[in-house]
């Protein structure tokens, strides 16, 4: 199991969350997905690696802007 951190800026609410975990969940491998508007924080667990910035391409898609933490 890997598990990659991010820091998203942008998110306020609980529909930021949901809009970045609904572009995330897409990505091939992802098993789970932690995210808060209140830390700012995105954490992605999958069995193989993901590449970060397919992640951060699908936070992009969300309309958010996100880095490796």
């Given amino acids: 199991m890997t598990t990659t951190e991010f ?3 942008g998110m306020t609410c609980a529909h930021c969350e949901m809009s970045v ?6 990505i091939a491998g992802v098993e789970g ?5 209140a830390t700012g924080r ?10 970060p910035d397919a992640v951060i391409a699908a ?3 969300a309309g958010y802007r996100a880095v490796v933490a």
Avoid: C, Y
């Fill in 7 to 9: 820091q998203v800026t």
């Fill in 21 to 26: 975990r609904e572009e995330v969940e897409q």
């Fill in 33 to 37: 997905i932690d995210v808060s508007a």
């Fill in 42 to 51: 995105l954490i992605v667990t999958s069995v193989a690696p993901v590449d």
């Fill in 59 to 61: 936070v992009d898609e």
